[in-house]
């Protein structure tokens, strides 16, 4: 899981490139924002994850950690000098606090999936 967000914080960062998605599910993306910041829900269940985002291998658990404490400073900087993507695959045309909006709710889902 910790490798997993450290990977999804890397998509603003541009560190990985998620392949594009057809308008169907581009569409789908963009009401999903919509509709969760207007209701402050969270990552809907079962959404489907981007291949490049699924971890499936071992992975140390302190590496992992300190890693994803790296992405998020990374992650920080960037965000504070206004330097995030103006556009996601899925979501659409994003502006800053939407990147905050969406990289926190993603966060706080699999914390809260382990209880922290």
């Known amino acids: 899981m910790l490798r997993h ?5 890397q998509v603003p960062l541009e560190k990985i490139n998620l392949p594009s998605v057809n308008l169907l599910f581009e569409t789908i993306g963009m009401i999903t924002k919509i509709e969760m910041q207007i209701f402050n829900n969270g990552i809907p269940r079962n959404m489907p ?10 992975c140390d658990f302190d590496e992992s950690k300190e890693k994803l404490f790296m992405t ?3 992650y920080w900087t ?7 993507p103006e ?11 939407d990147w905050g909006f969406l990289e926190y709710k993603h966060l706080n889902h699999h914390l809260k999936q382990f209880g922290i």
């Not at 556009?87 to 606090?97: D, I, R, S, T």
Request: with cysteine.
């Open 49 to 58: 994850t981007f291949q490049k985002l699924i971890i499936n291998f071992e």
């Open 72 to 74: 998020l400073d990374e």
């Open 87 to 97: 556009k996601h695959v899925l979501f659409g045309v994003m502006k800053e606090e």
């Open 5 to 9: 967000c450290d990977y999804v914080l």
């Open 78 to 84: 960037v965000f504070e000098n206004g330097n995030l």
